[in-house]
């Protein structure tokens, strides 16, 4: 039996089934105008943008997604994969392929491609591979949709972000690095099994550097409106001697320690880290393009931000940042910081501006 070799052949219409009538609405005659189609695109199809664009979709988001990545079966076989569940989801078109310029006229360009850490392994080791991968990348997708929000992912990820907005030559206020959006969030996971509270009311941020020199923010914890340190100082017990103890400095810093461990401990147990930062650029990417005005600890252009830095460095790394349509739309630069907690992020900003530099942008 000969086979059909495509739908129209089995008579189905291009236009829609002819099962259905279609009714011509004029402009006018009560139709309402169409809503502007989202256009969302991931640039590397890892464990990271797969877990991004899939979190995305879960989301009802994004009318198109697009999937870039170096490896041509890899993708298409990704975007065959999520397609796929296409009965269970809202309707997106999904479209995948090497080629940057696929991405063309995007609301949002997502950037995951490149090197990721092996076990021990920091994320500033990965700069010189990745930055020459984000100099035939970003020029390329900065051209493709010039009028774009450019979110970066890719490690490390401040570092990254200020290649990102030099190649692409866009304002700052349209290059958002994901900075520690996804180590607060691991911040507020401990603290609230500590507190046995949900995660989404324990308010607390981790800002600087997304990596070793990232800054815990204690002096501003709270939950339900009210400071929650000293009520970890008056009451922390010691698992380990079942004793009260004072909830001291070593205290402090070994929950932030656990926090930077983290993503060291997962890439140990299973090679990569993926289904938190999907949740992660996720909501981030929500903020952006609902226009929510929501705050998130994000890798922006600190320039003159950081007490204690000089005014003229050009260097990324978290803040809280107000967030919509327009990208970053305020920072939060006068935060109120323990004389540690400032000592720290001026480490954090150091540490990042000696690298943005030593690049000669
Ligand atoms: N900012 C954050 O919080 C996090 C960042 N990351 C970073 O995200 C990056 C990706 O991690 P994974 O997805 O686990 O790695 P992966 O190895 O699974 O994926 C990277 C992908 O990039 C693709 N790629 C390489 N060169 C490319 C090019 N020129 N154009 C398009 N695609 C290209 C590769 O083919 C591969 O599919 C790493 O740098 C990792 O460190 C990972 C987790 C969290
Ligand atoms: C790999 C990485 O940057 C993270 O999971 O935090």
Redesign the pocket.
């Known amino acids: 039996m000969k086979k059909a070799s495509s739908l129209s052949e089995l008579g189905f219409d291009a236009d829609g089934p002819s099962f259905f009538r279609h009714l011509s609405l004029a402009d006018g005659d009560g139709a309402l105008p169409r809503r502007r189609l989202i256009k969302i695109s991931v640039?590397?199809?890892?464990?990271?943008?797969m877990a991004i664009a899939q979190t995305i979709l879960t989301q009802d988001l994004a009318d198109e997604i697009i999937l870039?990545?170096?490896?041509a079966d890899?993708v298409r076989g990704e975007m065959l994969d999520l397609q796929h569940a296409a009965a269970f989801l809202p309707r997106v078109n999904i479209v995948s392929g090497t080629d940057v310029s696929l991405t063309r006229s995007s609301d949002l360009v997502i950037v995951?491609?490149?090197?990721?850490?092996i076990p021990g392994e920091t994320?500033l080791n990965?700069l010189q591979r990745?930055v020459s991968?984000f100099r035939?990348?970003v020029p390329a997708a900065a051209e493709a949709s010039p009028e774009s929000l450019l979110l970066i992912?890719?490690?490390p990820?401040d570092v990254l972000t200020y290649v990102a907005w030099k190649l692409s030559g866009f304002p700052a206020s349209r290059v958002i690095g994901?900075g520690t959006n996804?180590d607060s969030s691991r911040f507020r996971f401990l603290l609230a099994e500590h507190l046995e509270v949900s995660a989404q009311d324990v308010q607390a941020y981790m800002v600087g550097e997304?990596g070793d020199s990232s800054v815990a923010l204690w002096s501003s914890i709270s939950v339900a409106g009210m400071p929650v340190l000293a009520h970890l100082q008056k009451n922390h017990r010691s698992s380990a001697a079942s004793k009260t103890k004072q909830f001291d400095e070593a205290a402090l810093e070994g929950i932030r320690r656990a926090v930077v461990g983290s993503a060291y401990e997962v890439i140990k147990l299973k090679g990569?880290?993926?289904w938190a930062?999907g949740y992660?650029v996720a909501s981030i990417a929500w903020s952006l393009l609902r226009d929510q005005h929501r705050i998130h600890p994000v890798s922006v252009l600190a320039k003159g931000l950081v007490r204690g830095i000089p005014a003229d460095r050009e260097l990324f790394l978290s803040l809280p940042a107000r967030l919509g349509r327009a990208g970053v739309l305020s920072v939060a630069a006068e935060l109120v910081l323990t004389d540690e907690e400032e000592r720290r992020l001026r480490i954090s900003a150091e540490t990042l501006w000696g690298y943005c530099n030593a690049l000669g942008l």
Not at 68 to 71: L, P
Request: glycine residues 12%; aromatic residues 2%.
């Open positions: 640039i590397g199809a890892g464990n990271v943008g870039i990545d170096a490896v890899k995951t491609a490149g090197a990721r850490q994320r990965l990745n991968l035939r990348i992912v890719s490690n990820v994901s996804l997304h990569y880290t993926s930062i992660s």
